[in-house]
């Protein structure tokens, strides 16, 4: 019997590297999933995401955004009539109090205009660190780590991090990959966690980084069982890329919801 020597940090780095080329290779889409055109919209945005799929956030926001365009709007917003507009994303009440604040604390401290420093943003009420590397990665093309709870669920399946602390995750994983490819290394990462690498059930058998995962096996490994697992408008592709017959995956697939 052969025991395998315990990986080292180059073979990690290395191996991380492979993940991240093979990610890109195989989610040429991702991108930031909830719908924006400016910092202040995306910030709105990712406080609404909060227990809330982006999906039923795009619902709800090109209304709210053709009704309140600015910080000054929101820091004047009727209170009723905005917990109206966010209903359907939940928690409507902590986040029209969020989102009410953001507004005055923008106006009183930053001229209306959302800040493109981390240590500014983080003060901001309804901004977390995790939020706030979302605002800079992709408002302000500052390059930044989104852990969120795929994001953690999937470094920790490639052994890439034993960290389980957020920030500390957000170190781990930043020192394997050059800091111009944080933000899209994030998309890709948490496009792979929702179309593939779920968190019950993930599609080993149809996943394209099978080779490179010690958590292989996870999920079913026989080809047509993981293909129903495929998620997203890219199922069929997703299986293609791995040799599936995309006919195995069901229809309804493309048009699932992603968490
Ligand atoms: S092989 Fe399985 S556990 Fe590993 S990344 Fe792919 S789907 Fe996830």
Known sequence: MTTRSPETDLGRTRRARRIGRELTATHPDAHCELDHSNALELAVATILSAQCTDKKVNEVTPKL???????????????????????????????????????????????????????????????GRKTANVILGNAFDVPGITVDTHFQRLVQRWGLT??????????????????????????????????????????CGACTLARLCPAYG??????????????????????????????????????????
């Not at 820091?75 to 989102?99: H, M, Q, V």
């Not at 990959?177 to 593939?196: E, N």
């Open 65 to 127: 955004f053709a009704r309140y365009r600015s910080a000054a709007d929101y820091a004047g917003a009727d209170r009723t009539e905005l917990e109206e507009l966010i209903r359907p994303t939940g928690f409507y009440r902590n986040k029209t109090s969020s989102l009410i604040n953001l507004g005055r604390q923008l106006c009183e401290r930053y001229d209306g205009e959302v800040p493109g420093k981390l240590a500014d943003l983080v003060t901001l009420p309804g901004i």
């Open 162 to 203: 034993t960290e389980t602390d957020p920030v500390k995750i957000e170190h781990a994983i930043g020192a394997l990959y050059p800091k111009r490819d944080w933000t899209m290394l994030s998309h890709r990462i948490i496009f792979h966690g929702r179309r593939v690498c779920h968190a019950r059930k993930p599609a």
């Open 218 to 259: 996870t999920g079913p490994t026989e080809p047509a069982a993981a293909a129903k697992l495929l998620k997203g408008p890219r199922a069929r592709d997703l299986a293609a890329a791995v040799g599936i017959d995309p006919d195995l995956v069901p229809p309804q697939a493309a048009v699932a919801d992603v968490p």
